[in-house]
């Protein structure tokens, strides 16, 4: 396709089929804007994918992809978007980037690929609300940085999200990370955020190892049968209000050192009292007293020669619940798709739920 057009299925995926039947791929896009949607995409020889892309602002949405060598491949193309799409069974890579910036990727189903995303020296990417499951990995990113993984449910994957070399200001967030052997895997790559993310049944929670300068705050990592955070040769790691709980072993830290609790102090209400201390992580091993009751015990958390100096008595949630009846003001920013939106709550019920903005 080397013009702008659209490309759409008048009844559905299964009735619209493009099949490259094992020779070259399916679909290739060389001009900017152009929409793809609603087709059957498959059958590409190695090393082409379903979709290839060598183009800028194009919209990739609600196809079916499969049986390819990648599914969809971005190469030098950015600011496209892809959604909605299902992308199985393809040989490599799911959805595959590389050199390619300001890409959305939102909303796909993609199991039983090689990896099922994968992005290589790409970076400005969003990765948001995808189910990956069953994929060698669920998420990996070589030699790439300021991208956003966001919300996406990440399961029975070898390792659900692995970096590689990919440094400065990756953010994964508020992931469900679970039934993988890996959840997080950190290799050489420092100066990324790790927050508020659900990690549970599997084998390594966190492993970082030659990595520095993370910050790893907010996370629930719970259930895991090996390590709930496994740290070799990675130091100068800031890692707080963390939540182990009943991993096999919460911590393990070989040839490292880092910070195990927050980098400044943090005002906190603990049985209805208001403190301001540094703040560690939940540990449900910790064995120590709290005999002032401000929540943080008496003795440090013991982490294999290093150790947390402030470890929490509860779950980091249960130090930052609002004041009742002083219901939270809620003013924020959103972004997508070059639309910026501005949200601020009018409204709250007697919970201090926001109630509308």
């Not at 020779?23 to 020889?45: F, K, Q």
């Not at 609600?62 to 496209?80: F, R």
């Not at 980037?97 to 300001?102: H, I, K, Q, T």
């Not at 943080?296 to 402030?310: H, L, S, V």
Request: proline share 2%; net charge negative; glycine share 8%.
């Amino acid at each position: 396709v080397n013009k702008q057009l659209t490309l759409k299925s008048e009844n559905g995926s299964a009735n619209c089929i493009v099949d490259a039947g094992g020779s070259g791929s399916p679909i290739t896009l060389y001009a900017d804007g152009i929409s793809i949607e609603g087709l059957t995409v498959r059958n590409s020889s190695k090393p082409n994918a379903g979709i290839n892309v060598y183009s800028n602002n194009n919209r990739i949405t609600d196809n079916y992809i499969s049986n390819n060598y990648d599914g969809i491949s971005l190469d030098h193309s950015s600011n496209n978007r892809i959604a909605g799409n299902n992308i199985s069974s393809n040989n490599d890579d799911g959805i595959y980037l590389e050199d390619s910036s300001n890409n959305s990727i939102t909303d796909n189903y993609i199991s039983n690929n090689d990896d099922g995303i994968c992005l290589y020296y790409s970076s400005n990417n969003r990765i948001t609300d995808n189910y990956i499951s069953n994929n060698w990995d669920g998420i990996c990113l070589y030699y790439s940085s300021n991208n956003r993984i966001t919300d996406n449910y990440i399961s029975n994957n070898l390792c659900g999200i692995y970096l590689y070399y990919s440094s400065n200001n990756n953010s994964i967030t508020d992931n469900n990370i679970s039934n993988n052997s890996c959840g997080i895997w950190s290799d050489s790559s420092n100066n990324n955020s790790i927050t508020d993310n659900n990690i549970s049944n599997i084998g390594w929670g966190i492993r970082l190892s030659h990595s520095s300068n993370n910050r790893i705050a907010g996370n629930n990592i719970s259930s895991n049968n090996l390590y709930g955070i496994d740290l070799w040769y990675s130091s100068n790691n800031s890692i707080y209000l963390n939540n182990f709980i009943d991993n096999s072993d919460n911590v393990c830290s070989y040839d490292s050192a880092n910070i195990w609790n927050s980098t400044e102090e943090m005002t906190y209400t603990y049985n209805g009292k208001t403190y301001t201390s540094y703040l560690g992580n939940y540990w449900s091993d910790y064995k120590g007293s709290d005999a002032d009751e401000d929540g943080i015990g008496d003795t440090p958390y013991i982490i294999n020669g290093d150790k947390d100096n402030y470890p929490l008595m509860e779950r980091f949630e249960n130090y930052f619940k609002p004041v009742e009846n002083q219901p939270p003001i809620a003013s924020f920013t959103y972004s997508t798709d070059g639309l910026l939106v501005s949200f601020t709550s009018t409204s709250h019920d007697p919970d201090g739920d926001i109630v509308s903005y």
